[in-house]
């Protein structure tokens, strides 16, 4: 057992990316528009090892029933409608038409736009249309940061016991450690939020930019 964190380097993360799944021509077309027409937003799409994550995770739990807060072009959304059956249900919301333009399109080719509905709005407002009870298996939030309580607030009533809530950018680049901005701040205080909640366990992997697992008890 070792106490001593593994430094990722680049050649290392490449190692890890490449022994996980591979990205199909869908998830490498969608990541090339995006970085290619968005390149200044670009960062806000999930590493493609998030996306393989996502993916796993959803099978694994057997998920049926999915909410995502923050869709922008569609990678993360995508990769958790894959691994629903096929009748089973994911609802995303974001406040981007033209973002989730692209997204549209790439469920479509990848065969699983059957399987999303994509609600239009700030979030915080929307996820109360969702029914007050615990009828959901899986959330993803991964949306602007200030807003992450709102949302924990709003889904953690709404998951079932077992479910799972994925948090991204919990770690902000390792500025938690001394935030410099309001959205570093606002993850940091969210961090202990979520650690202090007693209707949840939780863990926080490393994966990109960090990602928090809570399992609602």
Not at 12 to 18: I, K, N, P, R, T
Not at 142 to 169: C, F, H, Q, S, T
Not at 193 to 217: C, N
Request: a negative charge; glycine letters at 8%.
């Amino acid at each position: 057992m070792t106490t001593k964190p593994l430094p990722l380097t680049p050649e290392l993360h490449a190692y890890l990316v490449a022994h996980g799944s591979a990205p199909d021509e869908v998830v490498r077309d969608l990541a090339e528009e995006t970085l290619a027409a968005l390149p200044g937003d670009a960062v806000m799409q999930v590493a493609p090892e998030q996306a393989s994550f996502l993916t796993f995770l959803t099978r694994a739990l057997g998920v049926r029933q999915a909410v995502e807060v923050g869709t922008f072009t569609g990678l993360s959304s995508l990769a958790i409608a894959r691994g629903l059956p096929d009748d089973g249900r994911l609802t995303c919301f974001d406040i981007s038409e033209e973002y989730t333009g692209v997204a549209r399109r790439y469920w479509e080719r990848a065969g699983v736009a059957g399987r999303i509905e994509l609600r239009i709005g700030p979030a915080g407002k929307r996820l109360r249309e969702l029914p007050l009870q615990r009828h959901l298996d899986l959330a993803f939030i991964d949306a602007d940061k200030i807003g992450y309580p709102i949302y924990w607030d709003e889904l953690v009533p709404r998951m079932r016991p077992g479910a799972v809530i994925v948090v991204d950018n919990t770690l902000r680049g390792g500025r938690v450690l001394a935030p410099r901005d309001a959205a570093d701040r606002a993850i940091a205080a969210f961090n202990d939020q979520v650690l202090a909640d007693v209707r949840v366990e939780t863990v926080m992997l490393p994966i990109a930019d960090g990602v928090t697992l809570a399992r609602v008890l």
